[in-house]
Every structure is written in structure tokens, then in C-alpha cells.
């Protein structure tokens, strides 16, 4: 079983910049894909970025490449997401998700096995 406790997140300015961060419990997390998405209300959950599990390969939805960067550190156990650049249409609940099944992530929610808490991103105009 592996457990996902995020932090990071909150209010900003359009713009502005946040680091999402979150921590993976388990020895294996280093063989894990893991990935970000985001869900507004009432809409389906929104691939952000994933990266693969020795961090070589990463990938973007259009919406965030080149604002945001997708990383991790397996020696921490952790995986960050920074957003620069911020726009009111990124806010969102933000989530992070591991996949024990596959070295390099997959864009669809559905191939993840273990979710985060979730954390709320606020940008204003």
C-alpha cells in the first residue's frame, strides 16, 4: 500500500508562481510512475504532467508545457510539480497519483493506483 500526503497549493496572483509537493510512503516509490492532474467542479479529472519512475521522461498537457516542470527525488520519496506563470483558468484541485504497473506514466487517470488528498490552487485575475 502506498500512501500520498501532498502539500504546496493556495492562493496567488495571475502570474505568480506555486510548488506542489508530495511525499510517498513505501520503499518502492522509486519504480513508480507518478503523475499530476487537476479536477474543477463537476468535470472530469485533467492529466497535467507525469513523469516516469527514474525521472528521464517526462510529458505535459498542452495547457501547462512551459510553465510548469514535473520532478521527483526518489531519495526523498517525492515528487513536485512547480507552477510558474500562473492563469486563473489553472485553478483547480490539484492531485498527484502513482502507478505501481508502469515505469513511464500514462496521461489517463484510470492507469494510476494510489491518489493524494488533493489540493486546492487559486489564481486571481
Known amino acids: 500500500q502506498v500512501q500520498l500526503v501532498q502539500s504546496g497549493g493556495g492562493l496567488v496572483q495571475a502570474g505568480g508562481s506555486l510548488r506542489l509537493s508530495c511525499a510517498a510512503s513505501g520503499r518502492t516509490f522509486s519504480s513508480y510512475a507518478m503523475g499530476w492532474f487537476r479536477q474543477a467542479p463537476g468535470k472530469e479529472r485533467e492529466f497535467v504532467a507525469t513523469i516516469s519512475y527514474n525521472g528521464r521522461f517526462t510529458d505535459y498537457s498542452d495547457s501547462v508545457k512551459g510553465r510548469f516542470t514535473i520532478s521527483r527525488d526518489n531519495a526523498k520519496n517525492t515528487v513536485y510539480l512547480q507552477m510558474n506563470s500562473l492563469k486563473p483558468e489553472d485553478t483547480d484541485v490539484y492531485y498527484c497519483?502513482?502507478?505501481?504497473?508502469?515505469?513511464?506514466?500514462?496521461?489517463?487517470?484510470?492507469?494510476?493506483?494510489?491518489w493524494g488528498q488533493g489540493t486546492q490552487v487559486t489564481v486571481s485575475s
Open positions: 497519483a502513482a502507478d505501481s504497473r508502469r515505469h513511464t506514466g500514462t496521461k489517463i487517470p484510470g492507469g494510476y493506483d494510489y
